[in-house]
């Protein structure tokens, strides 16, 4: 049986995945199978509270082998690996979950509760996470796979919860979420940045934990919502074991997601066209200098097979805007973002530089051979010619200027990622050059 859910918070308070230990809590009586599931959808949704994710969950009576993933309330939390074919009454679980929802669900909120026993098509996670989906194309799913679901609000939860529920991973990574005791929620949150620092460096298969060269820890969130910290990585174990590391206040509880966190999933390659609020890889050329415009934000022009798109770098993305003021007409990029009509731009979250143009810089004249003298400009792209003996010559001499940008892949500072892309330490790769604000 699986249980999916979203929208339940607004940046005033909660958050889904807190619902999901409430859920599993009051769930006991039966086992978990699998981890629990974080699944990030497309994150240029408009009406989005902050992270576009939904919570997936499934329960039955577990065989095989099981894994320690949790403390809730001071209970060890296991997860089986598969369940038998024992039929439970779903109809008895909603009644069981339906207050638990409405109790931590902002009353502006539009959750959707979603119980089934059968995923949705694929095709809807895909769907989900790369593009904007309707009502009406969720309802016809939900009504064919026969779920049960409850709502609250115009019930638009129903969207994620589908789409989280189609997810079969790929590519897969973990996250711990550690939340904070109750009467702390909305205070500020206090931990040791040293401890995250170790912690970072000693579990090389975590990430987007800490900056190093700001010294800014990423784990931790601003909000008002229940989450402590967050330790994401490629390994069960490890995200557990770093988590032991970390000093912090008291820890309420926590739990181990699996997510599809830092893997590309939302973003399209080899697209017919572009459409708004969908996210892409696309190949250009330089055709513009960076511009700059207020509020610190830095756009450049490239030529791609879609025609001339302007490329956007955000303030937020700090020295991630220094590689746009470095780069020239001719070098030839390859940019990963979210493609939005209103301003008509690019918004990068990931850019690899394929080549880099040399750039000449004329000294001066060509120098006559024969007479030695300085030759003149015979007209605009015509090249020189030497006043006494009339011999021509075609270009002017020139200095290669240094390019301080070199070939390979940048990203944003680990606190203005999003948390579907891919961070390069996963892609196996490391930027190439840092640039430093003075
Ligand atoms: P948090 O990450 O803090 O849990 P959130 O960012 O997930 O919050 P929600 O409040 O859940 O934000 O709002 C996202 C809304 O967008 C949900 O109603 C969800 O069903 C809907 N949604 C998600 N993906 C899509 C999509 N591809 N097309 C249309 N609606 C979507």
Redesign the pocket.
């Known amino acids: 049986m699986f249980v999916a859910v979203?929208?339940t918070?607004?940046v005033r308070g909660n958050?889904?995945?807190f619902l999901a230990t409430e859920i599993i809590k009051e769930l006991s009586d039966l086992d978990l199978i699998g981890c629990p599931r974080l699944v990030r959808?497309?994150p240029a949704?408009p009406?989005?509270?902050?992270?576009?994710?939904?919570l997936v969950m499934k329960f039955g009576h577990g065989v095989g082998k099981k894994r320690f993933i949790g403390m809730v309330d001071d209970k060890e939390f296991y997860c089986y690996d598969d369940s038998d074919n024992y039929e439970l009454d779903y109809r008895s679980i909603m009644k069981r979950l339906i207050p638990i929802t409405e109790k931590y669900c902002e009353s502006d909120?539009?959750a959707?509760l979603l119980i089934s026993s059968q995923r949705p098509d694929v095709s809807f996670y895909k769907?989900?996470?790369t593009?904007?989906?309707s009502r009406e194309e969720i309802d016809r799913e939900i009504d064919r796979i026969g779920a049960l679901t409850y709502t609250t609000g115009n019930g638009?939860?129903?969207?994620?919860?589908t789409?989280g529920l189609a997810w079969i991973p790929e590519d897969i990574t973990f996250e711990l979420l550690a939340y904070r005791e109750r009467e702390r929620w909305g205070t500020k949150r206090q931990y040791d940045p040293t401890s995250i620092k170790k912690m970072d460096s000693k579990f090389p298969t975590t990430f987007n934990n800490w900056e190093d060269r700001t010294g800014k820890v990423a784990i931790v969130p601003s909000t008002p919502?229940p989450v402590l910290y967050g330790i994401r990585g490629d390994v069960l174990r490890d995200v557990i074991d770093a988590a032991n590391i970390v000093k912090t206040e008291k820890i309420y509880r926590w739990l181990v997601f699996l997510t599809n966190q830092g893997t590309d999933d939302h973003v399209i390659r080899d697209a017919k066209e572009l459409v708004s609020n969908r996210s892409y890889f696309i190949g250009g050329k330089v055709v513009s200098k960076a511009n700059h415009i207020r509020g610190g934000h830095t756009f450049i022009g490239i030529s791609t097979k879609y025609g001339v798109i302007t490329c956007g770098a955000y303030e937020p993305s700090k020295e991630f805007r220094f590689v746009f003021d470095q780069l020239i007409p001719d070098d030839e990029i390859e940019v990963v973002g979210e493609f939005r009509e209103y301003p008509r731009t690019l918004n990068v979250e990931k850019l690899h530089v394929v080549s880099v143009v040399r750039c000449a810089e004329k000294i001066s004249n060509p120098i006559c051979p024969i007479c030695e003298k300085k030759m003149n400009s015979i007209g605009r792209g015509q090249g020189y010619r030497c006043k006494t003996c009339h011999t021509k010559e075609k270009s002017a001499v020139v200095q290669y200027r240094s390019r301080w940008i070199v070939p390979g892949w940048y990203e944003p500072p680990v606190c203005s990622r999003r948390h579907l892309s891919k961070p390069l330490k996963r892609m196996g790769l490391e930027q190439p050059i840092e640039f430093i604000k003075r």
């Open positions: 979203d929208d918070d607004s958050c889904t995945t959808l497309n949704v009406w989005k509270t902050r992270g576009n994710g939904s909120a539009n959707g769907r989900g996470v593009t904007i989906l638009r939860g129903l969207i994620g919860a789409c919502c």
